[in-house]
């Protein structure tokens, strides 16, 4: 199975050598996203194929979406440790890049100031952020729970996720190679 088993989760001990979130604080959080929309605008002309990129991104996320939620009504309101509750997680540069170029605006902060935190997306019916805006890395979570139910799935669906989550690794890292390469030209 492709997806990750461990949602980012640090011990008492970790936390505390771990290096703070990206962006943490609300200026820091405005500044990031300010820094990658002033680049994408100087640059617009020449990013057309990171444009196409995240669109393309966008529809290969939204074709997993619908079994993601599936799962997720199938375990998540009866969860005895939510995951959301304890992760250690964030939003990286190629998160709010692909947000930028698909259109879709940033979240109003990054989900937790210092590892100790609880992410603020997490509402009492649990993450209220849209599938499209939550970071990467929630998406691909799969908990063992729901990787035993996808277990028994056909394996034509277990195929097309698997194949899903592989384009959109590598199209995330292409992406963000054609706007440092348009970037970084002279
Ligand atoms: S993904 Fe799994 S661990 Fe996380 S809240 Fe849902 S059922 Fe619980
Ligand atoms: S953004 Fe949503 S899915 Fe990700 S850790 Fe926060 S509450 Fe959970």
């Not at 011990?11 to 994408?40: C, F, T, V």
């Not at 997680?89 to 935190?117: N, R, T, Y």
């Not at 603020?120 to 890395?137: A, E």
């Not at 979570?141 to 194949?163: A, D, F, G, H, W």
Request: proline share 6%; hydrophobic share 35%; aromatic share 10%.
């Amino acid at each position: 199975m492709i997806h990750i088993t461990n949602f980012p989760r640090l011990g008492k001990n970790e936390k505390k050598k771990i290096i703070l979130p990206p962006w943490g604080s609300r200026a820091l959080w405005k500044e990031a996203g300010d820094s990658i929309n002033y680049l994408i605008n100087q640059h617009k002309n020449r990013l057309t194929m990171a444009f196409n990129m995240a669109e393309q991104l966008k529809g290969h996320l939204k074709s997993i979406f619908f079994l993601l939620d599936e799962l997720c009504y199938m375990t998540c309101p009866w969860c005895p440790d939510s995951c959301c509750l304890k992760a250690t997680v964030w939003m990286d540069f190629k998160d709010l890049l692909f947000l930028d170029l698909a259109g879709e605006k940033f979240p109003p902060a990054q989900l937790i100031k210092s590892p100790s935190d609880t992410c603020r997306y997490l509402g009492q019916k649990g993450c209220i952020l849209p599938r499209i805006k939550r970071p990467w890395i929630c998406t691909l979570y799969l908990c063992p729970t729901q990787n035993r139910i996808l277990r028994r799935e056909s394996s034509e669906v277990q195929k097309k996720l698997s194949q899903a989550v592989q384009t959109i690794k590598s199209g995330r890292k292409k992406i963000e190679n054609e706007f440092i390469r348009i970037t970084t030209m002279s």
